[in-house]
Each structure stands twice: as C-alpha cells, then as structure tokens.
C-alpha cells in the first residue's frame, strides 16, 4: 500500500517543520517494513489529509494563519493515482478560519467539511464532479469557554467525525468541552443538534473521537487530561459510560494525548501520548465497551502527534513528529502487545493515512 505522510512545513508556537510539502512511501502489509520516503507535492503545513472512498481524490488542510493572500487556513484537492500514489492538485480554497487542523467527506462524498481550530468554525465545502472544491456553502462558529487558562479561552473544534449509523457530524471542541453534533442537509447547510452534545469533563479537552465496529459506542480522547471518554449510544445521542486514563499509574510528568484509533476486530482502541511518547493499548470490555490500559508502548521518538493501522489490523504506524521519524509497530491482539519492526526517517511528520484501493462497481 502507499503511505500518505501529512508534515508541517514552517514553524509554528508547537513544531519546526522542515518538510517541503506532502511525502509518500510504500509500505509492506506482510511485513510491516516501509520503502522509500519520496516528495508527493509541494503545499504548506498539509497537517491532516482524507481520501474520498474510491481513493482517487486527496483532500488536505494547510494549517495556516494566512493562505493565497486570504486570512486563515485552506484546503486542497488533489487528484490521486491508486496505482503509482502521484497527486496532482485539482484546485484550493480558503478553509474559512485559522489553523485548519481536521476535514473529512460525508457519507455521500458530496461535502467536505473543516474544523478551523483557530478560528473556532466549521466550513462546509461541496464536491464537483471531477472531484474539485466549490465555494463554501455554510460555516458555523462555536462559541463558549472552558477553565484552562491558555487552551480553553475560546473555541477551538478539533475534528470532523461522521456517525457511521446516522450520517450525523460530530465536533470534538477542545476549547469548550464538548462533543457537538450537526445534521449535514443535502445543500450542504448545518443544522446544530444541541440535544446531542456529549459534555466532557472540566478541562479536559476533547480532541479525537473514534467509533467502535459495532456502532453502537464511541471513544473520545481528550488531550489535556490524557483520557479517552467510553459512550454508548441512547436513541439520538451518545452518553457517557466511563472515562479510563491513558498513562500509567505514577506518571506525572507532561502530556498531551493526541490520536486514537479502533482496531477493526473492536478489541482495541490505540492512544498515542505526547510527553510520555507512547502509544496506549487499551482492551475493551465486549458487552460494555468500557476501556482497560494494558500497556503504555514507547514510540522510540518525541511527539507521536498521530498514527495509523493497516486494514487488517496487523501493524501500527506511528509519526514521532520532533524526531522526524515514522515507527512501525506489530499489534498482538491477544496478548495486547506492540512490538517494533520497521523505523523511516520523514521530517516533521503531522499525521498518517494508507490510500484505499479503487472502487469497483457503483
């Protein structure tokens, strides 16, 4: 499979990127062993990065304060090769708020949305056919506060996730404690769902979330006090049933927790700790959904911003963002193990995606 590797480019208050755009390698699912790391495309601070499902569009958010002359961040489309993992950019556009830091498409490929953590908005993009960006058809701004006296003076949405069940847009609000929810109407408007919103704990910032296979739980982790929230679902929202740390009992060091991950047999979810530099292997509890920390796996590097799974499962692969290094991971599900076996050097690396086989058929 091809690796897509999101970096950062400039220096910014958290990183000093040195990487010159988007970079891409091979990768061995049989062995867990990576080729080469290889240019793909020149762009700034390309942070976070999303196929459509026939992996034949790229779409990515350049974390900026200013893009092509506008205020703000932007997005790209890119126009992906399955077969040779070459992009070529379709067009871009102004992401509607600072720091763009996570988009995804909605389950019809229509729409791609932004979290601007920045500016504190969500920006909806339509898709035309040839898989370019339209002008912006809706932005929402968050409002509100939390009691961090630095992260949480303000909103700041962290990321885009769409409920595999209902369709509907979940919110990840660093800044204001809360996961919001949000219908995504066939024009591309928002229409906020208060009713739905998941509370998270006082300061403890919520960044990513991930959905079991079942559908029926959902895991929050919150970067500021290193925790990922177990909810179940009950009717038209989630609600909360546990809250499990992801460091070990006695560490008090610094930390912020950043990625989480779902392996596809469901017997896992996957944290990775900055502070700690660790990857956090927490078995879940079949009937409840409800987490246990096994082990607290070093990343052999600084900052693991974010990693990745193959689609089996088999192999975990990490971005140690300040050590310019990428570390592949073997995932022993029964014993709930990770052990090394491949390391590449890819600088700045922001985060991680596999490219997806074209769709065959309608």
Not at 64 to 84: I, K
Not at 142 to 152: F, K, V
């Amino acid at each position: 499979m091809h690796l897509v590797i999101d970096t950062y480019t400039e220096k910014l208050p958290h990183v000093d990127g040195t990487a010159d755009g988007l970079l891409g390698a091979e990768y061995d699912t049989a062995t867990g062993r990576f080729g080469a790391v290889t240019p793909l495309a020149t762009a700034r601070n390309p942070s976070y990065a999303a196929f459509d499902h026939t992996g034949r569009r790229l779409y990515v958010v350049h974390e900026t304060e200013r893009f092509e002359g506008a205020t703000g961040g932007g997005v790209t489309a890119y126009r992906h090769d399955p077969a040779t993992g070459a992009l070529d950019e379709l067009n871009s556009r102004p992401s509607g708020g600072d720091a763009a830091c996570h988009l995804a498409l909605d389950p019809s490929g229509r729409f791609v949305v932004v979290a601007n953590y920045g500016g504190g908005s969500i920006t909806v993009f339509p898709v035309a056919p040839d898989g370019s960006l339209g002008e912006s058809s809706d932005t929402v701004h968050h409002r509100g506060s939390s009691i961090h006296p630095d992260r949480q003076t303000g909103p700041h949405p962290h990321m885009i996730g769409f409920d595999p069940v209902t369709g509907d847009l979940l919110v990840p609000d660093l800044g204001t404690d809360e996961v919001l929810s949000y219908r995504l109407g066939p024009g591309g408007r928002l229409t906020a769902r208060p009713e739905a919103t998941i509370p998270v704990a006082p300061g403890a910032g919520p960044r990513h979330l991930a959905f079991h296979p079942d559908g029926e739980h959902l895991f929050v982790v919150n970067e500021l006090d290193s925790t990922v929230l177990t909810a179940r679902r009950g009717g038209e929202t989630f609600l909360p049933v546990a809250v499990t740390a992801t460091l070990p009992n006695g560490f008090t060091g610094h930390n912020q927790a950043s990625a989480i991950r779902v392996t596809p047999s469901g017997g896992h979810v996957l944290v990775a700790n900055r502070g700690h530099d660790s990857l956090a292997v927490l078995r879940v509890d079949g009937t409840a959904g409800e987490l246990t920390l096994v082990r607290a796996e070093p990343t052999l590097g600084r900052e693991p911003r974010d990693f990745t799974l193959t689609p089996d499962g088999r192999f975990a692969v990490v971005a140690d963002q300040d050590s310019d290094l990428l570390v592949s991971f073997r995932l022993d599900e029964t014993a709930s193990t990770l052990s090394r076996v491949d390391t590449v050097t890819a600088a700045t690396p922001a985060s991680l995606l596999f490219d997806l086989p074209p769709r065959t058929g309608p």
